[in-house]
């Protein structure tokens, strides 16, 4: 049974709403469209009184036209005060830029509905998100500088945008909801803001421009990089890394990772990331040991001249940090453990309150050893998600902040500060949920979240990430595979990756060589078209099915990666090229579709990067196929 939107909490016009409400263009006071209303607001579990005080409606014509031609205008609606004034400004063909100020504390949300016509997906870039259509009553998602992006799309057949829309705040929490509207076969989109005289207003990007989603996503995270400043990522980020977690968990010493470090380096990668247990001799996982970042020292005895021998095998060095914890297991428990946000019994640990300079200090201290004291290259800071707490206690005595984003938006900038004054090209890992454009300036790349043995899935967060990342690379989560993996099944865990940077998560002392050869040959591919991979326009295909097709262009190279029994499409061009095709799928037979006569050299290779062929292929306008294996590469070159 389907439950009814809870419509008790008080509706209460003001002069100042039926003013706003009188101020239509007159394009909609000739439409024929109904007058839309605003979209019911069910929350589950939400009590009747959950918006005590006034509450003024009042609607904003944006200058957009939705699909049928029809105005769209949006709803506002402003709780527990009235002294809020909206505007609304065309910014580019298709894009409008909604804002809000207030005078007054006031809670306001905007609403809007859009035909639900040919919509094919709901994207938002939450990593256990589905594609599927939600209801209008589904409670909205609340996205802070710790926790996700406040973005989402609603993409239609064709992979366009039916609608795109964005918050302009990044570090305090935003509102995003958004459903289908059972009523009227509308889709519904919520964003809401606590505003304040002094705090930032309301700024809503709505992008029905109808061009491509990736497209539309990029608009955003451009908007969102206005004025931001980003020091730029070393190298070595957008290079394969070797991470300890899956091949050794728990089981790190000095010696073990100095191993896998020279294999590492043999096969392409240019970092090592030595993940938990290097500060402690626990090996049952959880995390009851981690607030005092000590290596444990029987098995990293000297910590600097352990990075010096990995430095040596030409490979940069990066230390995990689970930031927000004090276990229960480390003399940090019995210091903070009344300047911490919450307990996590499960974990056997509590999540620091970062709201409290002490807290601050102490992390700051703690981490910027691995630069300073031990010479290695960045950090991995792991569980920030932590932070976004739904309701923190009052802020401790002696705090500095009073809310919890700011007091750890706080942290992270001393931090960066620090560790760039030792090392100006630090790198510093971050990882999905916490993805939004608040932390990009305290980071240089970010991590898909976990998903062993699980390429596919690897594939859609990388992608995702991805799409909102900006300025920071985007590594995918590690890569691992059972020993007994055919070197095919190896390449399509790595194609499923390629366009990330992959971190490679084996034991490589007992890789068979034809999985090796697979390793080396794919790990140069990323190395050697790294610019393209990473960097190109980046073009996946249908959301909905988890992007079974996915496009990588600059100026003169284009990667398809084909994951389905697809057609891939030559791109259109005015001079010679280079396509490279790689394919994921068990069907052998790759389609390619050109648009007009042309010649080109065709390479093909195997998993292993072995030449099954060169040929110079005479392409007819339409259908041409080509046999690529399964892990195999297509490489085209063509002539003028």
């Known amino acids: 049974m389907t439950p009814a939107p809870d419509t008790t909490g008080p509706s209460t016009a003001t002069p100042a709403a039926d003013t706003t409400d ?23 579990n939400g009590s009747a009184d959950a918006e005590a005080g006034p509450a003024v409606h009042r609607r904003l014509p944006t200058g957009l036209l939705h699909a049928g031609g029809a105005p769209l205008t949006v709803h506002l609606t402003g709780l527990g005060g009235e002294r809020w004034e909206p505007s609304a400004a065309l910014v580019a063909d298709g894009v409008a830029l909604v804002e809000v100020t207030a005078a007054e504390r006031v809670t ?23 594609r599927w259509l939600p209801p209008s009553w589904t409670a909205p998602r609340t996205v802070s500088l710790a926790l996700g992006a406040p973005v989402a799309s609603l993409v239609g057949t064709g992979d366009r945008a039916l609608c795109t829309a964005a918050a302009g705040e990044t570090a305090a929490p935003v509102r995003v909801g958004a459903g ?34 990736a497209a539309t996503l990029r608009s955003v995270t451009d908007w969102w990089a206005e004025g931001t400043g980003h020091p730029g990522v070393a190298a070595a980020a957008r290079m394969p890394a070797y991470s300890t977690w899956y091949s050794l968990h728990q089981n790190v010493d000095a010696a073990a990772v100095e191993r896998q470090a020279a294999l590492a380096a043999a096969v392409g990668c240019e970092s090592v990331i030595v993940d938990d247990g290097w500060q402690t001799s626990d090996r049952t996982r959880g995390y009851g040991h981690c607030g005092d970042w ?19 095998l030409g490979l940069a060095y990066l230390l995990w940090y689970a930031l927000p914890f004090i276990g229960r297991h480390n003399d940090a428990w019995d210091r903070f453990k009344g300047l911490i946000l919450r307990e996590e019994p499960r974990l056997d640990a509590a999540v620091l309150d970062p709201r409290h300079p002490e807290v601050r200090a102490y992390l700051t201290d703690r981490i910027a050893r691995a630069v300073e004291e031990w010479g290695m290259d960045g950090v991995k800071l792991d569980f920030l998600d932590r932070f976004a707490v739904a309701d923190p206690p009052p802020a401790p005595a002696g705090a500095d902040h009073a809310t919890v984003h700011e007091g750890l938006r706080r942290l ?34 970010v991590r898909a979240t976990d998903c062993p043995l699980s390429p596919a899935e690897n594939r859609q967060r990388t992608v995702d990430c991805r799409l909102t990342a900006g300025p920071l690379a985007v590594h995918a989560d590690m890569i691992m595979w059972h020993p007994a993996e055919t070197p095919e099944a190896v390449a399509v865990h790595l194609v499923n990756a390629l366009f990330s940077v992959p971190q490679i998560s084996v034991d490589l002392g007992a890789q068979t060589p034809d999985q090796l050869a697979t390793l080396r040959f794919w790990l140069g591919i990323f190395r050697r078209h790294a610019g393209v991979l990473q960097l190109g326009s980046l073009e996946p295909a249908r959301p909905d099915l988890g992007y079974p097709l996915v496009t990588a262009a600059d100026g003169s190279t284009t990667v ?56 110079v292929l005479d392409l007819v306008a339409g259908v041409n196929p080509v046999t690529v294996p399964t892990g195999g590469l297509l490489t085209l070159t063509r002539e003028d």
């Open 22 to 44: 009188a101020t239509n263009t007159p394009e909609e006071a000739n439409t024929a469209t109904p007058e839309q209303q605003p979209v019911p607001v069910w929350r589950p």
């Open 108 to 130: 306001v949300r905007a609403e809007w509905r859009i035909p639900c016509a040919g919509a094919t997906a709901y994207w938002t870039p939450d990593t256990d998100a589905s």
């Open 180 to 213: 289908v509207v059972e009523e009227s076969g509308e889709f519904a989109f919520t964003v809401e803001q606590e505003l304040t005289p002094d705090g930032p207003p309301l700024r809503v990007r709505i992008d029905l421009s109808g061009r491509h989603f």
């Open 294 to 312: 000590e290596p444990n020292p029987a098995a990293f005895p000297d910590p600097a001249a352990h990075v010096a021998e990995v430095h040596r």
């Open 412 to 445: 992270v900038a001393d931090l960066d500060a620090r560790l760039r004054r030792t090392r100006p090209d630090v790198i510093v890992e971050h990882r999905q949920p916490y993805v939004g454009p608040g932390l990009w300036p305290y980071a240089t790349m």
């Open 560 to 615: 398809v990666a084909r994951y389905a029994p697809l057609p891939v499409a030559l791109p259109e061009r005015d001079g010679p090229g280079t396509v490279l095709v790689a394919n994921a799928d068990g069907d052998p037979v790759v389609l390619l579709v050109a648009g007009r006569p042309e010649r080109a050299l065709a390479l093909v290779q195997d998993c292993r990067g072995e030449i099954l062929s060169e040929t």
